[in-house]
């Protein structure tokens, strides 16, 4: 069934006897429009095999059904199970998964079902976008590409420039694994119920290998992450709280990687934080 409208969503719910669930983040697609858009966004054809994250009432899943090869759907809110068999009852290249994506028993148990590489789509929740990208990209999954609608702050933070106020550990994990492209803002207006935020569409596109190479991803991580644990302060405070470290040690380590001593955690960029943590690396196993 091809959902374009409110009131085809409002019948939807009488139907069934639910309402959007504010728990879960629930805003459902709207414009039909904007539903093209998206699944033309994917990139997928009858050679690709698609993992959805949350289809709720499964408009931009009937869009994905009919370009994919298979659709495998991760649902967390059980009361949208008949929901879902009711309006993708015309595909047979579709199954639903009802579970929590962070869950990795779901995430495997989703993935195990898909032909790889596979693309990801997904309409993700403010509370939960980060640590869905991240379970995903960290997991070892032979992932291609994730096309995800999102909260305009995130999306703005994970595409950020060095030096800017939305720059942070996001930004540059994201660089570390991927390329991220911005491709267009959907207005509160195309959603039902309408959120107090604008949303935009992001396109990942997973590299091969990690963009830098480095002696210690988990070193690496950590120096990202002890960087930006308090903003305000300078990348010399935050690395000797962090590593334990006297601040004098840790400015003859900036010195060493031509990173000025009073530079702030913002301002370095996915290649300086490999060249400091392969130094900070190389000093822990002296």
């Avoid at 702030?264 to 060249?275: A, F, S």
């Amino acid at each position: 069934m091809e959902i374009n409208s409110l009131s085809q969503i409002k019948d939807i719910m009488e139907r069934f006897n639910i309402a959007p669930n504010k728990g879960f983040g629930q805003n459902f697609l709207i414009d039909k429009g904007v539903l093209e858009k998206i699944a033309d966004a994917a990139q997928i054809d009858k050679n690709t095999d698609v993992l959805e994250i949350g289809p709720g009432m499964g408009a931009l899943t009937d869009r994905l059904c009919s370009r994919a090869k298979k659709v495998v759907c991760i649902e967390i809110d059980g009361g949208m199970l008949p929901v879902l068999d009711y309006t993708l009852c015309d595909h047979d290249n579709v199954e639903i998964i009802n579970g929590d994506v962070l869950d990795k028993k779901v995430r495997e148990a989703a993935v195990s079902r898909l032909d790889t590489p596979f693309s990801i789509s997904a309409n993700l929740p403010y509370y939960i976008t980060t640590p869905i990208i991240m379970a995903f990209l960290e997991g070892g999954y032979n992932l291609s590409s994730m096309t995800l609608m999102m909260q305009k702050e995130v999306a703005e933070r994970i595409c950020a420039d060095p030096g800017s106020k939305s720059y942070g550990i996001l930004t540059v994990c994201m660089n570390y694994y991927a390329d991220v492209k911005i491709l267009f803002t959907i207005s509160p207006e195309c959603f039902y119920p309408r959120p107090k935020v604008e949303s935009m569409l992001i396109r990942i596109s997973k590299l091969e290998k990690p963009r830098i190479n480095v002696k210690d991803e988990n070193m690496f991580f950590k120096v990202v992450k002890a960087s930006f644990a308090m903003r305000r302060k300078t990348l010399v405070n935050n690395l000797s709280g962090a590593f334990k470290m006297p601040k004098s040690e840790v400015c003859a380590v900036l010195e060493r990687c031509g990173i000025p001593t009073d530079i702030r955690g913002e301002r370095l960029t996915l290649e300086q934080y490999g060249v400091l943590s392969d130094e900070i690396f190389s000093k822990t196993v002296e």
